[in-house]
T-cell receptor, first 112, second 117 residues
Framework: SQQGEEDPQALSIQEGENATMNCSYK?????LQWYRQNSGRGLVHLIL?????REKHSGRLRVTLDTSKKSSSLLITASRAADTASYFC????????????FGDGTTLTVKP | EAGVTQFPSHSVIEKGQTVTLRCDPI?????LYWYRRVMGKEIKFLLH????????ESGMPNNRFLAERTGGTYSTLKVQPAELEDSGVYFC???????????????FGAGSRLTVL
């Protein structure tokens, strides 16, 4: 299996519900980032969490990081149809800044 | 400010032909990266430029791929000759020079989709 695996692969929810996506990785990291990709568009950086941080918030996004379990979660609260996209986690190792290792992504569908 | 732009957005070529993808990073971004996503697989790092120098090209799949960044501005990625397995989306990203605030954050382009028939 690959560094930065997302779970689930696909998630379908109703508008207003919360969406939780998980990411697991294998090696020691410097930071972990979450990206969103809308169909046919580039990757948009959402949030970066450093290895010494446990939780971070940005608007309706909440990211947690558990380095002991080598896992992270992305929570989107009060989802909207516009949140429909693919979400990727990416890890940067020590001394490898910018050389991110991405997972396969979670496809989120938010139904209006 | 303009984002990272990539051209073409989609290219369809036959096996054995040559394709050149172009990336214009955000002005002032020293770091430029190429990634690709082959169908159904994860997004994988290809290489990293710092200005005009190749910092890390460990992800380049083979010698059919050639990346350049003359003058440290835009970059090109040439595939010659293209094979069926090269089909996928090629992403370019850029970031500020290390040491700058926000240098960890990559700004990605929309990608160039390559289809090899």
């Amino acid at each position: 299996s690959q560094q930065g695996e997302e779970d689930p692969q696909a998630l379908s929810i109703q508008e207003g519900e919360n969406a939780t996506m998980n990411c697991s990785y294998k090696t020691s990291i410097n930071n972990l980032q979450w990206y969103r990709q809308n169909s046919g568009r580039g990757l948009v950086h959402l949030i970066l969490i450093r290895s010494n941080e446990r939780e971070k918030h940005s608007g309706r996004l909440r990211v947690t990081l558990d380095t002991s379990k080598k896992s992270s979660s992305l929570l989107i609260t009060a989802s909207r149809a516009a949140d429909t996209a693919s979400y990727f986690c990416a890890t940067d190792g020590w001394g490898n800044a910018g050389k991110s290792t991405f997972g396969d992504g979670t496809t989120l569908t938010v139904k209006p | 400010e303009a984002g990272v732009t990539q051209f073409p957005s989609h290219s369809v070529i036959e096996k054995g032909q040559t394709v050149t993808l172009r990336c214009d990073p955000i002005s002032g971004h020293d770091n430029l990266y190429w990634y690709r996503r082959v169908m159904g697989k994860e997004i994988k790092f290809l290489l990293h430029f710092v200005k005009e120098s190749k910092q890390d090209e460990s992800g380049m799949p083979n010698n059919r791929f050639l990346a350049e960044r003359t003058g440290g501005t835009y970059s090109t990625l040439k595939v010659q000759p293209a094979e069926l397995e090269d089909s996928g989306v090629y992403f370019c990203a850029s970031s500020l020079g290390w040491g700058a605030v926000g240098a960890n954050v990559l700004t990605f382009g929309a990608g160039s989709r390559l289809t090899v028939l």
